[in-house]
């Protein structure tokens, strides 16, 4: 696979430098360019309009995915903490993106709640990222069914966790790494889904909704 680092636009390099400037180390956050590229293909080729973005961070994958969307498309982002939005937003703006995004500040699944209160949200969106907290991966899953089309898929980052999740003893010791197992593992063997995961960056599962 060509390093997507190379084609990426001027704002999207800028973008990963600024955040490592004011990140720091939690800069390790940041979603693999190659990754977002494949997300941002996915969501043209499906034609898809409508998503939802649990965990926003600086913006890098939103940025990307909002790519992908027609000019009328929407990306709801749920992010818990403010302390890098302004950063989002101002590169949202930078790439001619930010009027497709709504960002929605505070803990995923209250935001998620008080979106399910108005029935024309419920099966109206075709997609879903998830790339929050990893020891809430099922919850989330869970609670962004209702909000999907028929044919919707979610996009689960971060799904072979260093390859910790191949390890039973790691599995047994670590929340995070049980979740993101079990999480595949339940979407792996529920009748309702299709499902695969791409070995890129930290693994990327794709479960469609049938």
Same mark, same amino acid.
């Given at each position: 696979?060509?390093?997507?680092?190379?084609?990426? @636009?001027?704002?999207?390099?800028?973008? !990963?430098?600024?955040?490592?400037?004011?990140?720091?180390? #939690?800069?390790?956050?940041?979603?693999?360019?190659?990754?977002?590229?494949?997300?941002?293909?996915?969501? %043209? $080729?499906?034609?898809?309009? %409508?998503?939802?973005?649990?965990? +926003?961070?600086?913006?890098? @994958?939103?940025?990307?995915?909002?790519?992908?969307?027609?000019?009328?498309?929407?990306?709801?982002?749920?992010?818990? @903490?403010? +302390?890098?939005?302004?950063?989002?937003?101002?590169? #949202?703006?930078?790439?001619?993106?930010?009027?497709?995004?709504?960002?929605?500040?505070?803990?995923?699944?209250? @935001?998620l709640a008080e979106m399910a209160k108005?029935?024309?949200?419920?099966?109206?969106?075709? =997609?879903?990222?998830?790339?929050?907290?990893?020891?809430?991966?099922?919850?989330?899953?869970?609670?962004?069914?209702?909000?999907?089309?028929?044919?919707? =898929?979610?996009?689960l980052d971060n799904t072979l966790w260093?390859?910790?999740?191949?390890?039973?003893?790691?599995?047994?010791?670590?929340?995070?790494? !049980?979740?993101?197992?079990? $999480?595949?593992?339940?979407?792996? +063997?529920?009748? !309702? =889904?299709?499902?695969?995961?791409?070995?890129?960056?930290?693994?990327? +599962?794709?479960?469609?909704v049938r």
């Amino acid at each position: 696979m060509v390093n997507s680092l190379n084609s990426l @636009s001027q704002i999207k390099i800028d973008l !990963r430098n600024e955040t490592y400037r004011q990140a720091g180390m #939690w800069a390790i956050m940041l979603s693999n360019p190659d990754q977002c590229e494949h997300m941002k293909f996915i969501i %043209r $080729t499906a034609g898809a309009k %409508r998503g939802i973005e649990i965990g +926003t961070f600086t913006g890098y @994958s939103a940025l990307c995915m909002a790519e992908g969307l027609p000019d009328d498309g929407l990306l709801i982002c749920l992010e818990k @903490s403010e +302390t890098y939005t302004e950063l989002a937003k101002d590169y #949202w703006d930078r790439a001619g993106v930010g009027h497709k995004i709504q960002l929605r500040i505070g803990a995923a699944l209250d @935001s998620l709640a008080e979106m399910a209160k108005d029935e024309e949200n419920l099966e109206a969106f075709d =997609f879903a990222f998830i790339d929050g907290d990893k020891s809430l991966y099922t919850k989330y899953v869970d609670n962004l069914l209702p909000f999907l089309k028929p044919g919707g =898929f979610l996009m689960l980052d971060n799904t072979l966790w260093m390859g910790k999740v191949a390890d039973p003893n790691l599995r047994a010791a670590d929340l995070d790494t !049980r979740i993101i197992y079990e $999480t595949v593992t339940n979407a792996l +063997t529920n009748p !309702r =889904f299709d499902m695969h995961t791409i070995c890129i960056a930290d693994g990327l +599962t794709i479960i469609q909704v049938r």
